[in-house]
C-alpha cells in the first residue's frame, strides 16, 4: 500500500466499508462512513482553493473529526495543522499566524471561537463536488505539529506521510495491536503521541475510541461499556486512576501503553497488580514522529525486581540508536552517558521556515536533547534532558538522579530537581518536593536521606514544598515554570 495518509484512510487495510473503525460517544463510523466525510471535505477545500503545500489550521478537541480533515487535506497536498485547543485564543491565534493558515478548520467540540474559521460540519454538508485525485507521495510534509513548548516559542516540526505511516503500514504492531482489538485514543491529537496512537489502531486494524479525557471512574468505565484491550496513558492519568479508589476491574483490558514522562518504580508496581495487564514504556519525540524505544511486556517482567531505575526501552525496528558523549567528556563519557542520537524512516525533515534549525547532521543522525546510557543488550535508559543538567563548581549533575533518590522516601508524592544559582558553585540542585501529607512535611529529613545516599557534590541544596508540579498537556513536568517558581539564588551553599 501507498505511503500517503488520504489513500490509507480511505482503504484501511484489511477492512470493508461497513466495518466500524471509530466510535465517539454513542457514534460508530464506517470505514465509508469516513471516507465519504473526507471526500467531501477534501472537495469543499479544493473549491476554496486549497492546494498543494497550504497549510490548513484544525481546531477540534479529541474527536473522529481529526482524521476526517486528515484524509482530506492530505487528499489535496496540502498540510493538517493540529491546534492545541487548551491554548487561550490569543495562543492560538499566533500559532495560526506562524503556519500561514489558508484556512482554519473548526471541529464541532472547538472550544473557542476563532476569526474566520470555517465549521467542518458546513463543508462536509457541502455535497455533489470532486475532490479530485490523490496528490502528493511519501516524502511530501502531511502534517506540520507543533512542539510541546516546555522551553519557550514552539517549533513546528514537518511530518512526512512516510515519517507517519512508514512504521505502521506492513509491519507488525509493537503494542500486540491487531483486528478485533478496541484501542482507546483520548490523548490529545495535537500531540503525536497521541495522533500517531490512533494511527496505529486504525492501520493495524482496530477500533479507535476517540473522546475527551475523562475522569477516573468514567474512565474505568468507558474501557469496560466498549471493551477497550489497549489504552495509551501517560503517568498522570495512570497515578490519577491508582489513586482514585475507583473500580478498576477492566477484564477486556490487555495492554496499558504509557510515556511521555518516567513512571516511578513503586506506580509501576502497583500498576502491574491492579490492573492485571501488560504494560508497554514508549519514548519517543514530536521529531521522531513519536515513539522510537519501547521496553516490552517481556522486559518489564524481566527487569521486576531488579535493583535501579527500568531501562527505558530497545529501539524498535527500522530505528538506530547511539550515544554521543556530551561536550568537554572527550572521546568517551564518564559513565557512559552521552547525548542519544536517534536515526531512521520517522525522523523529521525540519522545521517550518527554521532553515537554519537542522534537526540532523550530514548522516541523518537527530541529536535528541537528552542524555542517556546504553548497554551491550541494546537497552537504553533516558537520564535527562540536557538542558536540565545542573553544573556545579565544573561537575556534571543529572536532576533524575537525585529524583529516584527522593522518591524511594514515603513522604514523597512526587518530586523535581531544578538548578538553583549560586554565587560560589555556579549552580547547585534545589529539589521541590510534592509531600504525600503537608503536615509531615520535614525538608530536613529528605535532606538527610540525601545524604546517607548520595556524594556531597550531588545533594541537593534545599528542599521546598509545593501543592502539585506545573505540566503540559500531556503530562510532561514544566521545568521552566518549577525554575521561575521557586528557584531564586541560593547565596552560595551547597
Keep these: 500500500m501507498t505511503l500517503h495518509l488520504s489513500a490509507v484512510l480511505g482503504a484501511l487495510p484489511g477492512r470493508s466499508d461497513d466495518d466500524a473503525v471509530l466510535r465517539f460517544g454513542d457514534a460508530v463510523w464506517t470505514l465509508r462512513e469516513l471516507r465519504t466525510r473526507g471526500d467531501r471535505l477534501a472537495a469543499a477545500l479544493r473549491a476554496r482553493g486549497v492546494g498543494p503545500g497550504d497549510r490548513v489550521a484544525f481546531h477540534d478537541t479529541t474527536s473522529p473529526h481529526t482524521f476526517v480533515a486528515l484524509r482530506a487535506v492530505t487528499h489535496l497536498g496540502a498540510v493538517l495543522v493540529p491546534l492545541n485547543w487548551r491554548l487561550t485564543p490569543t495562543g492560538l491565534a499566533e500559532l495560526i499566524a506562524d503556519c500561514d493558515a489558508r484556512v482554519v478548520l473548526a471541529g464541532p467540540g472547538a472550544p473557542h471561537a476563532l476569526p474566520g474559521a470555517v465549521a467542518l460540519d458546513d463543508l462536509v454538508a457541502e455535497a455533489g463536488a ?45 503494542w500486540g495491536v491487531g483486528p478485533g482489538d478496541v484501542v482507546l485514543a483520548t490523548m490529545p491529537y495535537f500531540h503525536i503521541g497521541g495522533l500517531g496512537w490512533a494511527l496505529a489502531g486504525l492501520v493495524h486494524g482496530a477500533v479507535v475510541v ?73 519514548y519517543g519525540l514530536t521529531e521522531t514522529t513519536g515513539q522510537v524505544l519501547s521496553l516490552s511486556a517481556e522486559d518489564h517482567r524481566r527487569w521486576a525486581g531488579a535493583p535501579g531505575p527500568l531501562p527505558t526501552g530497545r529501539p524498535d525496528p527500522g530505528v538506530e540508536v547511539r550515544i554521543r558523549p556530551l561536550p568537554g567528556d572527550g572521546a568517551t563519557a564518564p559513565d557512559g552517558i552521552g547525548e542519544i542520537e536517534i536515526r531512521g524512516e ?46 556545579s563548581g565544573g561537575e556534571n549533575i543529572t536532576p533524575a538522579e537525585i529524583e529516584a533518590v527522593l522518591d524511594e522516601h514515603p513522604m514523597v508524592r512526587e518530586c523535581c530537581v531544578v538548578a538553583r544559582a549560586s554565587r560560589r558553585w555556579g549552580e547547585v540542585p534545589l529539589a521541590v518536593v510534592v509531600p504525600v501529607d503537608h503536615a509531615q512535611a520535614d525538608a530536613d529529613t529528605l535532606l538527610a536521606h540525601c545524604a546517607a545516599r548520595l556524594p556531597a557534590f550531588r545533594r541537593p541544596a534545599a528542599v521546598e514544598f509545593a501543592g502539585e508540579l506545573p505540566r503540559n498537556a500531556i503530562g510532561k513536568v514544566l521545568k521552566n515554570e518549577v525554575r521561575r517558581r521557586f528557584a531564586g539564588a541560593d547565596g552560595g551553599a551547597r
Aim: charge should be negative; include cysteine; hydrophobic fraction near 45%.
Design 210 to 282: 476517540a473522546g475527551p479525557a475523562l475522569g477516573p471512574a468514567e474512565t474505568a468505565e468507558q474501557v469496560r461499556r466498549t471493551g477497550v484491550t489497549h489504552a495509551f496513558w501517560v503517568p498522570a492519568v495512570l497515578v490519577a486512576l491508582l489513586d482514585a479508589g475507583v473500580d478498576l476491574a477492566m477484564p477486556d483490558l490487555r495492554v496499558v501503553v504509557y510515556g511521555a514522562a518516567p513512571l516511578e518504580r513503586s506506580v509501576l508496581d502497583v500498576a502491574l497488580m491492579v490492573l492485571d495487564c501488560d504494560l508497554v514504556q514508549g
Design 346 to 391: 520517522q525522523v523529521t525533515p525540519g522545521y517550518w521556515r527554521l532553515p537554519d534549525a537542522r534537526p540532523v547532521d550530514e548522516d541523518g543522525w537527530l541529536r535528541t536533547g537528552d542524555c542517556g546510557r546504553s548497554d551491550d543488550d541494546g537497552y537504553v535508559w533516558v537520564v535527562d534532558r540536557i538542558k536540565d543538567l545542573i553544573i
Design 130 to 174: 470532486d475532490p479530485g485525485p490523490v496528490v502528493g507521495g511519501p516524502d511530501d510534509v502531511a502534517v506540520q505539529m507543533y512542539s510541546s513548548g516546555t522551553t519557550g516559542v514552539p517549533k513546528g516540526v514537518l511530518l512526512t506521510h512516510r515519517n507517519l505511516l512508514g512504521k505502521f503500514v506492513g509491519r507488525p504492531s509493537v
